[in-house]
């Protein structure tokens, strides 16, 4: 059984930092590329960034690039989300993702909110 477990999630002000981790179990991890999304309320959940099995290549959606680094651990089978200069519309529930033998795996997810 495949499983991703979200944790760092919380409560921060503007311009404030959150780092996300997501711990994957029961895959090879280094195999699989990973995925942030996140679905604020009443909203569809968005792709924020994805990372690269290696680790080598990443990528972000406009609105979080420069702010947001997606890296990875492919000893610990973690990946994490550096969140830095966060906004209020970045407040809202963040998943890590997969795919998996052709089955889309998420998180539980973790929430993040940013408020004065």
């Known amino acids: 059984q495949v499983y991703l477990v979200e944790s760092g999630g919380g409560m921060v002000q503007p311009g404030g930092s959150l780092r996300l981790s997501c711990r994957a179990s029961?895959?090879?991890?280094?195999?699989?590329?990973m995925s942030w999304y996140r679905q604020a309320p009443s909203k569809e959940r968005e792709l924020v960034g994805v990372?690269?099995?290696?680790?080598?290549?990443?990528n972000y959606t406009d609105s979080v690039k420069g702010r947001f680094a997606i890296s990875r651990d492919n000893v610990r089978w973690t990946t994490s989300l550096q969140m830095n200069d966060l906004k209020p519309e970045d407040t809202a529930v963040y998943y890590c993702?997969?795919?998996?033998?052709?089955?889309?795996?998420w998180g539980q997810g973790t929430q993040v909110t940013v408020s004065s």
């Open positions: 993702q997969t795919r998996y033998k052709g089955r889309i795996i």
């Open positions: 029961g895959l090879n991890f280094r195999l699989h590329t």
């Open positions: 990372i690269t099995g290696s680790g080598s290549g990443t």
